[in-house]
């Protein structure tokens, strides 16, 4: 596999257990530093795509690499390292803090001494700073079963930061986000693209503001990958409405001039 890639999925399948249509062959690849929008319908198959990448689900055929390896090779600890997940939403039953559940994020970091070691007392720079860029400084001694859906969301985007992997798959990051912590959020993962060259993958609802933040968009549809490509290019084909089988108005942004897809 090229090794200069930060991702290379190769005709990969998956059979849904509550369906006869199975997902794939898809076959995309990331580069470090790139920021990626994975959008479709409900049902198009974005969230399987990335417990794929995520190696939460092995593929029936086909392979996916983070930098030249496997992901089904990765060890717990060596996935942890490499690729970091913010699910939709995360049931838990533990009476944990906020800044305990972003805390968790450093294990990963961390030698199995230091892990067998690890109470939660250490607090690095980094960690106050994820803390307060993304608004849960005043939270943190909350249990985070009393969040709302928001603060929920934000606290499992900062332990992924302070996870500092290399490659960050989002599944919907800004449900349940007000407009305010929505902009503040996308503002820092694309912050962090530009900086650190992280990749990221997105999976993403928005027309109207996914194209003001990706490098690049895959248009999932059916488990299939029908369309890739800039925001210009994928946003301006008719195929998308068709995709979404519904008229959409496309217009640009009066600052920047970047693509926007509006309900007529």
Do not use: C
Not at 62 to 70: C, E, L, T
Not at 151 to 164: D, F
Not at 191 to 210: E, F, R
Request: net charge negative.
């Amino acid at each position: 596999m090229t090794s200069d890639l930060m991702l290379e999925i190769q005709a990969v399948t998956y059979q849904w257990s509550s369906t006869a249509k199975g997902f794939g062959p898809v076959t995309a690849s990331a580069t470090p530093g790139q920021l990626i929008g994975l959008i479709g319908p409900n049902g198009a198959g974005k969230s399987t795509l990335l417990k794929l990448i995520a190696a939460f689900w092995a593929p029936e055929s086909g392979s996916i690499h983070v930098k030249g390896h496997d992901v089904t090779a990765f060890s717990a600890a060596e996935r942890a390292r490499r690729i970091a997940f913010v699910p939709q939403t995360l049931d838990t039953q533990f009476d944990l803090t906020v800044h305990e559940v972003v805390e968790l994020g450093r294990l990963s970091q961390l030698s199995w001494r230091d892990r067998l070691q690890f109470k939660g007392t250490t607090n690095p720079a980094h960690l106050d700073e994820i803390l307060a860029i993304t608004g849960l400084s005043p939270l943190q001694h909350r249990p985070y079963n009393t969040l709302s859906g928001g603060e929920a969301k934000r606290t499992l985007l900062a332990a992924a930061l302070v996870q500092q992997s290399p490659l960050l798959l989002l599944d919907e990051p800004t449900a349940h986000l007000d407009p305010g912590h929505a902009l503040k959020f996308l503002t820092l993962v694309r912050h962090m693209v530009d900086h650190t060259q992280t990749t990221v993958v997105m999976a993403y609802h928005d027309l109207a503001t996914v194209g003001l933040f990706v490098d690049t968009l895959w248009v999932l549809d059916q488990g299939q990958l029908v369309i890739t490509g800039t925001p210009e290019e994928v946003l301006s084909t008719p195929l998308i409405r068709t995709i979404y089988d519904t008229d959409l108005i496309q217009i640009r942004h009066p600052r920047t001039q970047r693509p926007m897809l509006l309900f007529p």
